[in-house]
């Protein structure tokens, strides 16, 4: 049934049809509508025998659902910035111990300076933790992706964030397809856990690996992600023959057939990207895009496919790596590295800085024509750049260019 719904309260919804057996949740902006609703939710006896734990941190929350995990019970939280740092070990923890735990990152910048809105530092800051990451385009992809990862966490053992752009989705109304419960539970099958923990057959996890079987252990991790990058595609399309609807894959083509020049991204501004292409495209520039939805695995080879033949690819990311530049402009890069073509990278929106369609228009006419140097900050005010460098000018005797 299709609703004007807000984004938190869609994959709210989304994860209560999911019937989750626990949840521990801490509140942080943007999230909080999410766990909020979810609270609601569980109170109300809408999401079956469903234990929802407040607990005092967000290291509590994932700790309390790596507990929950083990014993076999299917388990989520919801969490964005300094929370998913703060969560740092118990995230590497999760994953190590292959536990299909699925939570929700509202993607927001991480301080200093304390910044509320949407980045995706914070998803950057744990790619290689060993969760899986899906990132949404709009709040129907992120109801919908919700029910891909609670089918994915689950069939491979391993955890899944879904992440979804800060205010920009949690916050913003929009026209969502709600599933029933009876096509959630057609989709997801009842949750037969790989490992549990059982008093009955006692083992033990998360004990101590030496060097004799750590890369063993840490391959196997690998492997999982290696599995998932043929899963993805498959529950991909499992899900449009039963909702009629794409959602997910590995990643989405825009109007690449025989395109010059590729713009990739994540997140929400897939949008403002594809009605820039439509515009360059008539004003007779050979322009396309990529919607990458699986950043965790990275889709190396469907990249390398998809952009075989263009000239020039620009990455528009949402992070940076202080002192290198681009963080998926890297993985593009090698996904590509064989290929007879340039690759430049754009930051944009750091810290919820707007990405007007203009900017991306003018920028791109800039790139086929000069290229950009590396990295192009989007729309930095260098006056106000520079008027900071005059101030910090060095009294040192030492000095550098």
């Not at 521990?24 to 234990?51: D, F, M, N, R």
């Not at 991790?221 to 609807?245: C, D, N, T, Y």
């Not at 794409?246 to 690449?256: D, H, K, V």
């Not at 033949?309 to 996904?335: F, H, P, Q, T, Y």
Request: some cysteine; overall charge negative; charged content about 20%.
């Amino acid at each position: 049934m299709k609703q004007q719904i807000e984004g938190s309260q869609a994959v709210a919804t989304a994860v209560a049809l999911c019937r989750p057996e626990v949840m521990a949740c801490y509140p942080i902006s943007p999230q909080t509508h999410i766990v909020e609703t979810l609270s609601k939710k569980v109170k109300a006896g809408e999401v079956g025998l469903c234990q929802f734990l407040n607990v005092e941190s967000e290291f509590a929350a994932l700790g309390v659902l790596i507990g929950a995990s083990a014993m076999g019970a299917r388990s989520y939280t919801a969490t964005t910035s300094q929370g998913l740092l703060f969560m740092a070990e118990a995230v590497y923890n999760a994953a190590g111990l292959g536990l299909p735990i699925v939570m929700t990152i509202a993607n927001r910048a991480v301080g200093a300076p304390i910044n509320i809105w949407n980045d995706h530092s914070d998803s950057m800051a744990m790619r290689d933790a060993g969760w899986i990451q899906l990132f949404a385009e709009n709040n129907q992809e992120a109801l919908d992706l919700h029910m891909q990862a609670f089918r994915l966490a689950e069939e491979l053992s391993v955890p899944v964030m879904v992440c979804m752009d800060g205010y920009i989705l949690t916050h913003a109304f929009e026209l969502v397809d709600v599933p029933t419960q009876e096509q959630v539970d057609e989709y997801l099958p009842e949750f037969e856990p790989v490992q549990v923990l059982d008093p009955s057959d006692p083992v033990s996890i998360g004990a101590m690996v030496g060097p004799d079987a750590f890369m063993e252990v840490r391959y196997l991790a690998h492997h999982k992600h290696i599995r998932a990058l043929k899963a993805i595609p498959h529950m991909s399309e499992v899900f449009h023959e039963q909702f009629g609807r794409m959602a997910g894959g590995l990643l989405t083509p825009y109007r690449t057939e025989e395109a010059e020049t590729i713009i990739i991204a994540l997140g929400s501004v897939n949008g403002t990207i594809k009605d820039a292409v439509d515009e360059l495209r008539l004003s007779g520039l050979s322009v396309g895009s990529v919607k990458i939805s699986s950043y965790r695995p990275f889709p190396t080879h469907a990249l390398h496919e998809v952009v075989k033949n263009a000239k020039r690819i620009v990455v528009i990311e949402k992070d940076l790596a202080v002192g290198k530049g681009g963080i998926v402009s890297s993985d593009v890069r090698m996904a590509v590295q064989n290929l007879p073509l340039v690759v430049m990278t754009v930051i944009a929106g750091l810290g919820g800085r707007a990405i007007p369609r203009s900017s991306i228009v003018r920028m791109i006419r800039e790139a086929c024509l000069e290229g950009l140097e590396e990295p192009h900050f989007l729309d930095l005010n260098w006056k106000a750049v520079n008027n900071e460098f005059v101030r910090q000018q060095p009294t040192s005797i030492w000095s550098y260019p």
